[in-house]
């Protein structure tokens, strides 16, 4: 007898009513104790609401998307994607964290009461057996918040996540819970389990010897005005060797910055150059850091290697939950690679989503793939 059983299912149908349907056909199961949906923003999200109402008997939870992933269709947009669980081995405590605006450790250790009420396999959080999944409003600017709250409140509990999208129109983006997408809010969900898992974290960029002090911040906007005491985006792009004018989306993913913490780079990636040559950023950024330009290694490569040492070490693997940033997405795009990289995911039972950042334990990080490999 299994000890999980892993349904997936997606539907390319631009008709909300249908792709429910055809999703719940694909992933429906009787005694399934969760299902993550992953939208894209293109579907009307009240018929998507409607369309949901009662059709699962168990928590549904999920986010909007800048595109979906799964190990059948490889890298798609416009889709509705979805998996349910069901183990007598695992069970999923998911709750919602709504305003995000007014989440602080006060309210994080009331979350953490609540959880440790619910556990099944024990009285406190262990890393041994547990770890947790937070999907966030992806505009909310309030990721790190969130996960440093979260880190603390649950005493360093693995931590994956992803940050809702909106297929780049950066107005709106929604995590799904009890019913209703919803803004300015995260759904995180604690899981306990018996049976093996490995959280990751995997990114392909190496630091260069380009430093960029940031001069000039805001930190609560994340924008950067000025870069080595200069005009952020001019600074950036003469360390990329190009002229403003040449800065698109694409350029900030093939030439991230990133910043050590503990020993380790993290990358931080520039979402957009603002009219007064100022810098958005997906993360935050404040005054003093000192970033080092990276350099892409190959990211179809860096892939296989992850899913390659992931199946080594779980060898009864029956699932890859994963957060993806866009801009992967969008570098795969350019170099003509995404169908390459789909082939890859297709040795593995892969469903995910392109974000707007991705958080591991306590960080909040761009341009990284994480998530969590469940065995049986």
Same mark, same amino acid.
């Given at each position: 007898m299994s000890m999980l059983t892993v349904r997936r299912g997606a539907s390319v149908s631009s008709d909300p009513v249908q792709a429910v349907q055809e999703v719940y056909r694909a992933i429906h199961q009787t005694g399934a104790c969760l299902v993550i949906l992953f939208v894209s923003s293109k579907y009307d999200l009240n018929a998507i609401e409607g369309a949901l109402?009662?059709?699962?008997?168990c928590p549904v939870i999920g986010c909007t998307t800048a595109g979906e992933i799964t190990s059948g269709t490889g890298y798609v947009e416009g889709t509705l994607v979805g998996v349910s669980l069901d183990s007598?081995?695992?069970?999923?405590?998911?709750?919602?964290?709504?305003?995000?605006?007014?989440?602080?450790?006060?309210?994080?250790?009331?979350?953490?009461?609540?959880?440790?009420?619910?556990?099944?396999?024990g009285s406190d959080f262990d890393p041994r057996k547990m770890f947790s999944l937070l999907l966030v409003d992806g505009l909310s600017m309030l990721e790190e918040q969130a996960v440093a709250t979260l880190h603390e409140a649950l005493s360093g509990l693995p931590l994956f996540g992803g940050s809702a999208g909106d297929d780049l129109s950066f107005q709106k983006t929604h995590v799904y819970f009890d019913g209703r997408f919803r803004t300015n809010a995260a759904v995180l969900t604690v899981f306990e389990t018996s049976l093996p898992f490995v959280l990751f974290q995997t990114q392909h960029f190496e630091p260069t010897e380009i430093r960029l002090v940031i001069t000039a911040s805001d930190c609560a906007t994340r924008t950067v005005t000025e870069i080595n005491g200069g005009p952020a985006a001019a600074e950036y792009a003469k360390a990329v060797g190009l002229e403003i004018a040449g800065l698109t989306p694409q350029? =900030?993913?093939?030439?991230?910055?990133?910043? #050590?913490?503990?020993?380790?780079?993290?990358?931080?990636?520039?979402?957009?150059?603002?009219?007064?040559?100022?810098?958005?950023?997906?993360? *935050?950024?404040?005054?003093?850091?000192?970033? @080092?330009?990276?350099?892409g290694k190959q990211l179809v490569e860096?892939? *296989?290697? @992850?899913?390659?040492?992931?199946?080594? #070490?779980?060898? @009864?693997?029956?699932?890859?939950?994963? +957060?993806? +940033?866009?801009?992967?997405?969008?570098?795969?795009?350019?170099?003509?690679?995404?169908? *390459? *990289?789909?082939?890859?995911?297709?040795?593995?039972? =892969?469903?995910? =989503?392109?974000?707007?950042?991705?958080?591991?334990?306590?960080?909040?990080?761009?341009q990284t793939l994480t998530g969590i490999a469940l065995g049986e």
């Open positions: 109402q009662g059709v699962f008997h007598p081995e695992l069970f999923a405590h998911p709750k919602l964290i709504s305003p995000l605006t007014s989440f602080g450790l006060p309210q994080g250790e009331d979350l953490a009461r609540e959880l440790r009420s619910e556990l099944r396999l350029i =900030f993913a093939a030439h991230p910055v990133m910043l #050590q913490i503990g020993g380790e780079y993290y990358v931080r990636s520039i979402q957009k150059v603002n009219p007064d040559g100022s810098l958005t950023f997906f993360c *935050a950024i404040d005054d003093g850091l000192v970033l @080092t330009v990276g350099r860096s892939l *296989a290697e @992850t899913l390659a040492r992931l199946r080594r #070490q779980l060898p @009864t693997l029956k699932l890859i939950l994963g +957060c993806d +940033c866009i801009l992967r997405r969008l570098e795969l795009q350019q170099k003509g690679l995404t169908e *390459a *990289a789909g082939q890859v995911l297709k040795g593995v039972d =892969f469903v995910g =989503f392109s974000t707007y950042g991705e958080q591991v334990n306590g960080i909040h990080v761009n």
